[in-house]
């Protein structure tokens, strides 16, 4: 996609302070926009905020909290006037399986993941629904398409997001508000690639994945940006799975067609 499709625009970015999220602020200023970034991570937002300039301002965003969604609508209002994009980004993993997973850790990842993503819907969608246009981007995963061991909690609030999203867009779509999921299978970022290995290293984990190797978080931005653009301007209540390939089907290993195995 050429610079400067998201030209005028004004997005709000959660978890934008590092990672994934950080990649589509600093994607979205390239291509033009004004982005509030918003995170817990105080520093690293401020940072990166400061080292992108008039574009881009940071809050203090803790999306489980009501109350501190409504105080950064009204920064992003205060500093830009308008918003015409929200990326509900932000995230946790727990590694756990189910039989380990307290109640208290599964509400706390369901708290993050899809109380923090409804918050943002309805309260950042309220403004778009007065305005009578808007694109919200979901970041759901590819784990909110398929099972994966040791993530109930996650799995649950990823596949929750998916339905959450079908729904924002059957109520908003009529309304000239566009919402649509993001699904990212593995991407290297702290999330993703835990223990910080080399590139190569973590391609190694990707022998079941078509394109063999894991994603770069800006692959992934880059499909926000669409999204939030106005090329995608007759996809609402899409799915996109920016994954390599992950969901595709699992190779019959060994047999004709699989890696390895001309
Ligand atoms: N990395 C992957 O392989 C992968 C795959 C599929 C989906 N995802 C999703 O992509 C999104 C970004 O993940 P990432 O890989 O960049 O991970 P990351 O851990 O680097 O980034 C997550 C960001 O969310 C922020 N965050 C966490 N709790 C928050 C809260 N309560 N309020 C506001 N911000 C909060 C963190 O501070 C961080 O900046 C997440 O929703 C994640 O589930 C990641």
């Known amino acids: 996609?050429?610079?400067?499709?998201?030209?005028?625009?004004?997005?709000?970015?959660?978890?934008?302070?590092?990672?994934?999220?950080?990649?589509?602020?600093?994607?979205?200023?390239?291509?033009?926009?004004?982005?509030?970034?918003?995170?817990?991570?105080?520093?690293?937002?401020?940072a990166l905020a400061a080292e992108l300039g008039e574009a881009a301002r940071f809050v203090h965003l803790d999306v489980s909290s009501?109350?501190?969604?409504?105080?950064?609508?009204?920064?992003?209002?205060e500093a830009f006037g308008q918003i015409d994009v929200l990326v509900n980004n932000a995230g946790v993993l727990l590694f756990r399986t189910i039989q380990e997973t307290s109640l208290d850790d599964y509400k706390r990842v369901l708290g993050i993941n899809l109380e923090g993503t409804f918050l943002g819907v309805r309260i950042i969608g309220a403004h778009m629904l007065e305005r009578g246009s808007g694109s919200i981007v979901n970041i759901s995963s590819a784990d909110g398409?398929?099972?994966?061991?040791?993530?109930?909690?996650?799995?649950?609030?990823?596949?929750?997001?998916?339905?959450?999203?079908?729904?924002?867009?059957?109520?908003?779509?009529?309304?000239?508000?566009?919402?649509?999921?993001?699904?990212?299978?593995?991407?290297?970022?702290?999330?993703?690639?835990?223990?910080?290995?080399?590139?190569?290293?973590?391609?190694?984990?990707?022998?079941?994945?078509?394109?063999?190797?894991v994603g770069d978080p800006d692959e992934v931005a880059r499909v926000s940006a669409f999204l939030a653009s106005?090329?995608?301007?007759?996809?609402?209540?899409?799915?996109?799975?920016?994954?390599?390939g992950m969901l595709t089907g699992q190779y019959y290993v060994g047999f004709p067609g699989a890696p390895g195995v001309e």
């Not at 106005?230 to 390599?244: P, Q, T």
């Open 230 to 244: 106005d090329a995608a301007s007759y996809l609402c209540g899409s799915e996109i799975a920016v994954d390599g």
């Open 145 to 213: 398409m398929k099972g994966a061991n040791g993530l109930g909690a996650y799995c649950s609030t990823k596949w929750g997001i998916r339905g959450l999203t079908r729904v924002a867009a059957m109520e908003y779509g009529h309304r000239g508000v566009r919402v649509n999921s993001v699904h990212p299978g593995g991407v290297d970022t702290s999330m993703g690639n835990p223990f910080s290995e080399e590139r190569a290293e973590v391609n190694k984990r990707y022998h079941m994945v078509p394109l063999q190797r």
């Open 1 to 46: 996609m050429a610079e400067g499709n998201l030209d005028g625009k004004v997005a709000v970015i959660t978890g934008g302070a590092r990672g994934m999220g950080a990649a589509t602020v600093r994607r979205f200023v390239a291509e033009g926009a004004r982005v509030l970034i918003g995170d817990v991570l105080d520093d690293e937002g401020t």
């Open 66 to 77: 009501e109350a501190e969604w409504t105080a950064a609508r009204d920064a992003a209002l």
